[in-house]
């Protein structure tokens, strides 16, 4: 099982990933993962209609590539 997700969307269109705290903190959108509890920080701009947030936990092989 994949430790943190490899990629966050919203509407299909993919957040950037943060690796430091404080520039996910000064960011408008994108995401964190925090390994030591297992969690996923995510900040968006919401849109004004309906939108689907994708977590996508997939592994990938890169022997399969």
């Not at 950037?16 to 969690?39: F, H, P, V």
Request: charged share 35%.
């Amino acid at each position: 099982m994949a430790v943190e997700p490899f990629l966050i969307e919203i509407n299909g269109i993919a957040l950037e990933k943060y690796s430091d705290l404080d520039d996910w903190r000064s960011a408008d959108e994108g995401w964190i993962s925090e390994l030591e509890n297992k969690t996923a920080r995510i900040k968006y701009k919401a849109p004004r209609d309906d939108y689907q947030i994708r977590v996508n936990y997939d592994i990938i092989d890169l022997v399969k590539m």
